[in-house]
Structure formats: C-alpha cells, structure tokens
C-alpha cells in the first residue's frame, strides 16, 4: 500500500503520469479497497479522526481516468463516469428502490438503502438505516447503528485534500432535513432535531449550565441538539442568527435506537 501510495503522490504533483498502466492500476486498486471497506479516507484514532489525504487525491484522480457512458437499469438510463456498486445480496445490505450508490462507497452488512444516494469514498456502517431522500455525499464517514431519516443531508469534500469529511459516529440519530456540512462532527449516541443545520462554522451552544459552553462543528457525545438563534448586532440594527442549541443529554438508560419524539421528550422539548 505505501509502493502505491508513491505512485499516487507522484500523479497528484504530475498529472500527466496517469497514462501511466502502473499509476492507472494503483489509482483503481485504492478505489477498489474503498469500496470493499479496505481502506477509509478517515478512521478514528483514539479520541481524534485522522482524514487520508492520499487516499482522497486517489478520489480526485479518478475521475479524470474513466470515460463517460450509459447504462440502463430497465426503463431507467444514466449517463455518468463512475460505476454504480452492485452484489447486494452478498453483500448483506437492503437496497429499496430506487436508492443508489457509487462504486467507491462502502456499505456495510445491515446497513438500510431507502431511496438515497451515496457518493464514492463514503463509508457507512453496520446495521445503519439510511431514509428516504437522504445523501451521503463523498468521503462522509457514517458510524454502526446510525439512522438518517428522510431528507437528511451529508456534505461530500473531496477538496481541498485536507479537509476533514463529516463525521457521523455511531448510534446517533439525525433527524429529517437536517444538514450537516463543512467536516462537522457528531460524537457517538448524539440525537440531531429535525432541520438543524450544523457546519464547520455554526455555533452549537451547550445551554443546559448555569453558562453557555460554545462549540463549532464539534457536537459531543449524547447531545441533545434542536435548532436555535442568538441576536447579533449590525449597523442596521439587531437580527437574529441561526445556531444549534445543546439542550440536554440522552440517558445512558435509554435504547440506542430510541426515536427522536423520545429523546427530545426526555429533555421538555414538544414535539
């Protein structure tokens, strides 16, 4: 893997080196492993995630190496360069139609396709239910156990190469509609409401002390996390700003799986 490590580094830095059968061939084997969940574009390492940026410029370069074409699937036809991922049933995973997913993605054993689509370097974890309408855009990492309800929405990054994806770690549940961009992280068993935006820059406001603890595109873990506003002063006078409120923490005696209505329930929230 370092041998074609080197080869990708050298086509980043040259890119005429991708006529090149061994570059090729090094570009596709990375693919390959991301799609059989061989290698990530980032994996935790103690409290911390670590992103790959090698693996993300293998991404990037494969683009350039495929060619467009079409392909039907029934009446339906697409237009595209990348592959879609096929072998469900080997693979253990439920797909409804019509939910798609790039070769380049993994899916682990359990996970659950509504109609939805996942873009290639993501990676999503066992047993995790993807709903109707939600995206996993590209390099997004998604932990075991997780539930993205309808409409939920996942940044994809790709570039620049160091950029951190989203990170959804496992057990959390996202409610419908809500957007998580920009790297944002949210820690294992965390509980997202329905449209909440959190990105790399949105204040995320713990405000269940007696003072507010301030937190960007960190939400930790077991949060409790609706949608708010703070005031901000302009020149033209006094507005509201969105932001995402901490308003308690989930039970460590609750189920994992408990519903959203449940964990917002336990916290004085109506819903």
């Known amino acids: 893997m370092e041998y074609r490590q080197d080869l990708i580094e050298a086509a980043w830095d040259e890119r005429g080196r991708l006529q090149d059968t061994e570059v090729r061939r090094a570009v596709e084997e ?7 969940g061989f290698l990530r574009v980032a994996q935790p390492e103690g409290d911390a995630w670590v992103v790959n940026e090698w693996i993300k410029k293998a991404v990037i370069l494969y683009f350039p190496m495929r060619e467009m074409k079409t392909t039907f699937a029934g009446p339906l036809e697409f237009h595209d360069k990348i592959d879609l991922k ?5 693979l253990g995973v439920r797909v409804v139609p019509h939910a ?37 855009g590209s390099c997004a990492q998604v932990g ?18 160091q950029a951190a994806p989203v990170i959804i770690e496992d057990n959390c549940f996202i409610g419908s509609r809500a957007i998580i961009v920009e790297g944002a992280r949210i820690c294992t068993e965390a509980v997202i409401a329905a449209a909440t935006v959190i990105t790399g ?34 020149p033209s006078g006094t507005y509201n700003i969105p932001c995402a409120l901490i308003i308690g923490k989930r039970k460590e005696s609750t189920d994992k799986k408990t519903s959203l209505n449940n964990a917002l329930r336990e916290n004085d929230v109506m819903v």
Request: glycine residues 12%; proline residues 6%; hydrophobic residues 40%.
């Open 30 to 36: 990375v693919i390959e492993a991301l799609d059989k």
């Open 86 to 90: 096929h072998n469900y049933k080997e």
């Open 100 to 136: 798609v997913a790039r070769f380049g993605s993994y899916l682990a054993r359990g996970v659950i396709l509504m109609p939805s689509f996942i873009n290639i370097g993501a990676w999503v974890g066992e047993g995790t239910m993807v709903d109707t309408w939600a995206t996993v």
């Open 144 to 161: 075991k156990y997780v539930h993205l309800s309808g409409g939920v929405g996942l940044g994809g990054v790709l570039e620049p190469v």
């Open 201 to 234: 820059s949105t204040k995320i406001i713990d405000v269940t002390a007696g003072e507010p603890v301030e937190y960007r595109g960190y939400v930790p873990p077991r949060s409790v996390v609706i949608p708010g506003t703070y005031t901000r002063d302009y």
